[in-house]
């Protein structure tokens, strides 16, 4: 197996598609915000439906310092706020109709971006290993790898 058939890292990927998670949640956040309490509330002035917006913060630090593990439950979790849109997209009338299309659009690109960035970086992260791999086997008999076993005491 040789180490030129793998693909660099496509670093632009990874950013395009942080960039897009972080970017919808935000999105999905100000609109929940802006819908619930000014745009087209249950009840005039606002209704205790904003606090909806609480689930998403807890993602946001996650995603901008880029944890793999949030990319994955927030995939998960944004069906929830899918299926609300997609209720009151057919359930509502006027404004509110068309603020729950928005949700299920921005829902909808943030499932797709934690998605392809999870499955970017594992593949890439696969690929690291197999170099990893190839590099070792490669090295002559006798000549150990340049870095020491992480549980090899140091002389």
């Not at 058939?5 to 949640?25: M, Y």
């Not at 994955?72 to 359930?91: D, K």
């Not at 002559?140 to 140091?154: C, F, I, K, N, V």
Request: with cysteine.
């Amino acid at each position: 197996m040789s180490t030129e058939n793998l693909a660099p890292v496509p670093v632009a990927s990874i950013r395009w598609t942080r960039l897009l998670a972080v970017g919808s949640l935000l999105g999905l956040i100000l609109l929940s915000l802006a819908w619930e309490l000014w745009l087209a509330p249950l009840r005039p002035g606002g209704s205790w439906l904003v606090l909806k917006v609480f689930p998403l913060l807890l993602p946001l630090v996650g995603l901008l310092k880029n944890r793999m593990y949030t990319y994955r439950w927030v995939s998960l979790m944004i069906w929830l706020y899918f299926a609300e849109g997609a209720v009151r997209a057919t359930s509502d009338h006027g404004l509110s109709a068309w603020l729950a299309g928005v949700e299920v659009l921005l829902c909808s690109a943030l499932f797709v971006a934690c998605a392809l960035h999870v499955r970017i970086r594992l593949r890439h992260a696969n690929q690291d290993a197999v170099k990893a791999e190839v590099a070792r086997r490669t090295l002559p008999e006798g000549l150990a790898p340049t870095s020491p076993a992480p549980d090899a005491p140091q002389p």
